[in-house]
């Protein structure tokens, strides 16, 4: 059974950190890709980072240098950690596989993704 479930958001002023976690059940942490995606108010969801099995990672532009996506094997768990956020970063943060070993053209692309997590709220505010 695929399993995927957020924790670690909250509200965090501009300039400030925090760690995003996904627990995943042992297959879905092994799967060929792992995404965090976001979805600010009023905006589409949007790709943040991705890391596939063998821990190549990809991140969107406005992230790139600030967020890091790991994953823990040990725990079955998925990272993202937000450093230097913006108000921009605002949004809820989602995690998300598919079920297929198949290259994706985009890995920040949210549409082949399958299999999503409920979300936690990130909001960055003074």
């Known amino acids: 059974q695929v399993r995927l479930v957020e924790s670690g958001g909250g509200s965090v002023q501009p300039g400030g950190s925090l760690r995003l976690s996904c627990a995943a059940s042992?297959?879905?942490?092994?799967?060929?890709?792992l995404g965090w995606f976001r979805q600010g108010p009023g905006k589409e969801r949007e790709g943040v980072a991705s890391i596939t099995r063998d821990g190549t990672t990809t991140y969107a532009t406005s992230v790139e240098g600030r967020f890091s996506v790991s994953k823990d094997y040990a725990k079955n768990t998925l990272y993202l950690e937000m450093n230097s956020v913006v108000p921009e970063d605002t949004g809820m943060y989602y995690c998300a596989t598919l079920n297929a070993d198949r290259r994706l053209r985009d890995p920040l692309d949210p549409r082949p993704y399958n299999l999503w997590g409920q979300g936690t709220q990130v909001t960055v505010s003074s």
């Open positions: 042992p297959y879905a942490i092994r799967s060929f890709y």
